[in-house]
């Protein structure tokens, strides 16, 4: 290794830093470490005259390292990478030390942020040392698509593509396409058919030139990465010829609660008490009926139903409290005289239209009554023979503190949206996460939301979360426009800082195999050695983290590295 | 007369720090070999075997003796003395062994402090009656005269933490046929590595070795101790829930504990890119724990006995952790 000629410099950020930081005390303090050559100070780094005094000085100086200490890496990191590279040494021989969020900005004694600060700037100079130049990478896009699930998010993607002149393999598990819109009668809050708005739809999708649409078809198998993947599908249980495209979307939606394990409710006992998604049906054949064919003179509609209850699903589904509204619409205008109960828990109307739609219901003779999610569920039972209604619901009604009867002859369970009980397949087939509500995760919750940490797998529509139509097409839009920008390109940028197996230190145990979230990592029989495969590869670190044989390496976050680092910040005593 | 026989013989010591003494016992297991050692160089210093007095050593020239093989730990002044004497008067000084190498057994030592193993030793153990409270002092007047004995440290050291070291050779004990290779390498002068490797011992660690079944299918729901389980003598011991050190332990050995149907102790320490067994071991062990919620890992976790003293057995001093913070 050549030797190390490091340049410090330590940024003011106007008042930002210097004001709890002795910037010059940093600055004079770690001019005296090996292998540092200078040691400046300036007000704003991140300005022009900041990095061009790096790179002046990279150049006179010959320097072979940079540290800049100043705000968080995740701002300005590929800031003075960049200026590095323009001074023509590589991006990744700089390190930056993080005095503003960690130091500056938490702290309220300026002796003690000093020092900090000192710890900060000598730890990231010890490992800056054990830098070692990394080469950038990127791979080709293959401009196909493929988009999992054929409901309203997957379809919306897939003719944003399409319609962009790229081809879409869109395929689907069921006979048609539509997905769980496909069973509502009425839209909220506007009441418009869903019909009318889907049938169109899969017209445009099924004769769409650029979209092959695969019914009854399954997803066997995905290999390759971000760019280059192949599939194997399965049509009716017979395999159907490979296919290949540069990206994917998972738009495999959720399903409705099975409520039946809720004994309160007695769901499946009595035939009519019936899920909000069996009422779609109803109200789609037009007719609202009791199973005995007689119109129903009291309805209760119970909301929150396996939501919002730890002992079901911890979360809210979102949409249920507008849909329970719009059935009032519904009800009232086909049984004027009907009773109708809207049995809640809380009333959600977060949405735009959503809290006008929710007063513009109440004028609609209704009672609504509310119950204590926490405390104690309402309980149906069957009303005696004198009583003139089938059942009765039991509950505490938490806004008169009263304990009630309510005479009902059908009752519509809100239920939940809850995750495809084969969604840990799909997940492991494509290379997702789920967190613990078994909802895909997002590569950033706010700035990155149809993303994942899997390069080139996107995920839309309710399988990263219960929402209504406009979120699901508004995702399914956004994750199309991501697709189309790296197909625009033609090539991704990969990761750099990816894991390497040394073959000669590998003793075959395995244990990095199962713990890589990216299917990175598989056993070469013929070597007998772990094999990662760098364009799979995030950098994560896991597989190194876990290698009892020190034989996994992570570039940029060597043993080396990292020791460094630690004995740095560890080598100052006060 | 054979040319052999007219080149000076080499000069070899085997000196003892605190060890059990069966390092020296894998010098002599060496067993007809022996004489072929013995052939090529002169024991001039090795207390096991032949009686050699301090003074002895202290008048030899500087690095007259060619190989030196020091085991055991340093743990005393008497041990710290040896080493810096030894040191001084070899050309070779080889850390034989586990404990001269990382610390080994008496290495875990350094998960106590000198007064709580004295406390220990002298007062509470079962079968102690101390009354009076007498604990072992370096100098004791008494009328008839004064009797010294070496200083006992605080911590337990490895070699390499006292004085310079030239090669390791690993194991508890090494095996005596690395033995000899390094041997038989010193006396040929050919094929030793650069200062500071580890000889006889392999690069990589003891499953390239190992015969049993190894797949990525490593989730334990409990660990075991080998005599609660039924091993099935053919699968990964780590993949039936018995902690085995071999994916964290230099080959070398011949893997004859896993051989044996016993699982690998981790005598022969890391391999050259982990500088920490123990932190390795239970990072990988972490990663098999098949549990979801925070209780039930709690749980897994509790079945592992003693696991400072399982994973750090032989390499406490010289890991990274080095010792418990007292």
Known sequence: ?574 | MSQETIKPKLKLAVYWGAACGGCCVSVLDTHEKLLDIVAAADPVFWPIAMDVKYKDVENMPDKSIDLTLFNGAVRNSENKHMAELLRQKSKILVAYGSCAYMGGIPGLANFFSKDEIFKRAYEETESTVNAEHVIPLPLVTVKEGSLEIPVMFNDVFPLNQIVDVDYYIPGCPPQSERLIEVFTAVVTGTGLPPAGSVVGANDKTNCDECKRKKSDNKKVKRFYRPWEIQDDKETCFIEQGVICMGPATRGGCGVRCVDGNSPCRGCYGPPSGASDPGAKMMAAIGTMIDANNPGEIDEIIETIVDPAGLFYRFSLPGSILGRKVL
């Open chain 1, 1 to 574: 290794m050549e030797e190390p000629r490091i340049g410090v410099y330590v940024c003011w950020c106007g008042t930002n830093i210097s004001k709890m930081v002795d910037v010059e005390a940093v600055t004079k303090e770690v001019s005296t470490l090996p292998y540092v050559v200078l040691s400046k100070n300036y007000k704003y780094m991140c300005s022009d005259p900041g990095q061009d005094l790096i790179i002046k000085d990279i150049k006179l100086h010959n320097l072979n390292r940079v540290v800049v200490a100043a705000c968080s890496p995740r701002i300005h990191e590929l800031t003075f990478r960049n200026a590095c590279e323009k001074a023509g040494i590589n991006p990744y021989l700089f390190e930056m030390a993080n005095i503003r969020e960690q130091d500056s900005w938490v702290h309220t004694d300026r002796n003690e942020a000093t020092k900090k600060a000192i710890d900060l700037v000598i730890a990231a100079i010890r490992r800056v040392r054990f830098h070692e130049p990394l080469q950038k990478r990127s791979v080709n896009v293959d401009p196909a698509t493929l988009i999992i699930g054929g409901g309203i998010s997957g379809m919306t993607a897939a003719l944003e593509i399409a319609n962009a002149g790229k081809q879409v393999y869109l395929v689907e598990r069921a006979d048609h396409l539509g997905g769980q819109v496909a069973r509502f009668d009425l839209t909220f809050p506007h009441l418009s058919s869903a019909r009318q708005m889907l049938l169109p739809m899969i017209r445009k999708v099924e004769n769409h030139p650029m979209i092959r649409v695969y019914l009854k078809t399954e997803l066997q198998e995905v290999k390759g990465y971000i760019g280059n993947f192949r599939a194997r599908l399965q049509f009716m249980g017979t395999d159907q010829p490979e296919i290949t495209f540069g990206n994917i979307i998972a738009a495999v939606g959720l399903k409705p609660f099975d409520p039946s394990v809720i004994e309160e409710y007695s769901y499946g006992k009595f035939p009519d008490v019936i899920t909000s998604l069996e009422f779609e049906d109803k109200l789609r054949a037009g007719r609202i009926l009791t199973k005995y064919g007689k119109e129903p003179r009291n309805l209760a509609i119970i909301h929150c139903v396996g939501s919002r209850n730890k002992k079901y699903h911890e979360y809210c589904s979102r949409v249920c409290c507008m849909v329970a509204l719009k059935f009032v619409h519904e009800i009232r205008a086909a049984l004027p005289d009907a009773n109708i109960f809207e049995i809640y828990a809380d009333m959600r109307a977060y949405g735009k239209g959503h809290e006008e739609f929710y007063a513009m219901t109440t004028h609609k003779q209704i009672i609504f009554l509310m119950y204590d999610q926490q405390k104690r569920l309402p309980v149906i039972r069957e009303a005696h023979r004198d009583d003139d209604c089938n059942m009765l619901i039991e509950m505490s009604e938490l806004l008169s503190g009263i304990d009630i009867e309510v005479p009902v002859d059908m009752v519509i369970l809100m239920v939940n949206m809850e995750a495809h009980d084969n969604v840990r397949d799909v997940v492991r087939t494509i290379g997702v996460s789920l967190c613990g509500n078994q909802f895909f995760i997002e590569k950033h919750p706010k700035l990155d939301p149809v993303a994942t940490t899997t390069g080139g797998v996107y995920i839309v529509g309710t399988c990263q979360g219960p929402k209504d139509i406009p979120d699901s097409v508004s995702q399914a839009k956004a994750a199309a426009a991501r697709i189309l920008g790296t197909i625009a390109q033609g090539s991704v940028p990969v990761e750099v800082t990816t894991a390497m197996v040394n073959e000669s230190l590998c003793c075959g145990c395995q244990t990095c195999i199962s713990v890589c979230p990216y299917t990175a990592v598989s056993f070469d029989e013929i070597k007998k050695v772990s094999v990662v495969n760098e364009v799979l590869c995030k950098g994560c670190g896991t597989c190194g983290g876990c290698c009892p044989a020190g034989a996994i390496t992570c570039k940029h976050f060597t043993d080396r590295q990292i020791l460094s680092e630690i004995e740095g910040i560890m080598s100052m005593s006060y």
